[in-house]
């Protein structure tokens, strides 16, 4: 049975952006929107930084495994245990370094780490000896809970600017930041797989802008002390 034009269209529109040029244009795409975002809410407020980092995590914990091979990996199309860990340590970050002042967030932050690193042992010896994947499965997670909790630097970032009101320093790192984002990030493309569902390649652009969250909240501190 022959497809309707309507359902051809569908089905063309359901590909767009999961493989070949399409997919890595979106990659880039959710990057730069993702930095553009999380550099504006650093300047405005760390209220509005709050929002923006809350979502990046959310973006990572909802498309990581796809991302990561994870779920392709177990025949599976969501990693429900994955999501549910990278959410919720990126989440506890970004209430940390909200609430928190800095000489606590240096023991804050690690023991966020290093529990959400325990939990992804945990989760996956708990589905048995044998298991597809166990091995890929743990880094896949860990990385993810490193990416999640690394976005927060974000906020990190907007609380210093609140504090200070340097445009220039937080902007600065800014630029910095997308140059690292603009090399890093094109190996995590060429790393990742090179077909798959939207949420991944959205994850992937997304993923580099939350890993140097935290870089970003250190080089802040650095440039502040260096042009003092």
Partial sequence: MEATPGEGRERALSRVGTHGRERYAL?????????????????????VSLVVTVVMVLTIAWGWPAASGA??????????????LIAGCGLLSCVVVYVFSIDRLLYLLPAV????????FIVELARGEGA???????????????ASVSSSGWIG?????????????????????????GFVGGRMIWAGPRDGPRRGAI??????????GTLGYAGTFFLLAVLR
Avoid: N, Y
Avoid at 113 to 120: E, K, R, S, W
Avoid at 170 to 179: D, E, H, N, P, S
């Fill in 27 to 47: 990659v880039a795409l959710s990057s730069v929107v993702a930095l553009v975002l999380s550099l504006t809410g650093a300047v405005l407020s760390p209220e």
């Fill in 71 to 84: 779920a392709a990996l177990r025949d599976q199309k969501r990693v429900v245990s994955h999501t549910c």
């Fill in 113 to 120: 780490v290093a529990v959400g690193v325990l939990l992804c």
């Fill in 132 to 146: 597809r994947g166990r091995l890929e499965s743990v880094i896949a997670a860990t990385a993810g809970v490193l």
């Fill in 157 to 181: 970032m907007a609380v210093v600017h609140s504090e200070t009101s340097a445009d220039a320093v937080v902007w600065g790192t800014g630029l910095i930041i997308a140059a690292c984002i």
């Fill in 203 to 212: 994850t992937l652009g997304v993923t580099p802008v939350a890993f140097f």
